[in-house]
């Protein structure tokens, strides 16, 4: 790893990474069904900015082109955040959308069904510390700072472009 794979804090816990959920198997009854994690890291660029937070819906219904909460295939107490790309033999296929950062299936292969914890609904921004709080900005930080994350439909047509 290079540690440009994305790493979220769980605000549920108020741990940081390496993260472990006791209890949560996969389930959506193992837990409350919506939590917060917090992006560090470049790989889903543009989409999501290291600093955001994510509402994710554990148990959600799950689509080529959503956003997910993954565990790592290969060191499962780490948190992942991933576009899902199309189902495959063994799983999901998974990619970030920075095609420059690594830390995705193209190096890990396909992520089994159990390992995909939640759907990621909505991101929420916060104001970036030490800029100017001018009315403008505040303006454009208030219209911009909470979002929801939308599937991308043409998601599989970039697996077949690379």
């Known amino acids: ?5 994305e790493a979220l804090v769980d605000r549920r816990a108020e741990r940081e990474v390496p993260m472990r959920e006791p209890g949560r198997e ?10 917060l994690a917090e992006v560090t890291g470049v790989s889903m660029v543009p989409t999501l900015l290291h600093g955001d937070q994510l ?3 554990y ?3 799950l689509r080529p ?5 993954v565990r790592h295939p290969l060191q499962q107490d780490l948190l992942i955040v991933k576009r899902l790309i199309e189902r495959r033999d063994g799983g999901w296929w ?3 959308d920075n095609p420059d950062a690594e830390g995705d299936s193209r190096v890990f292969g396909a992520v089994p069904p159990e390992l995909v914890l939640g759907r990621v609904r909505a991101r929420y921004r916060p104001p970036t510390p030490g800029r100017q709080r001018s009315p403008g900005v505040t303006l454009s930080w208030l219209f911009s700072a909470l979002r929801p994350v939308w599937p991308v439909r043409s998601a599989s047509r970039r697996l077949r472009a690379r």
Do not use: N, Q, S, Y
């Open 1 to 5: 790893m290079d540690g440009r794979v």
């Open 26 to 35: 996969g389930t959506a009854e193992a837990g409350p069904p919506f939590g």
């Open 55 to 57: 509402l994710v819906h």
């Open 59 to 61: 148990g959600g219904r």
């Open 65 to 69: 082109g959503c956003v997910a909460v």
């Open 94 to 96: 998974v990619l970030g």
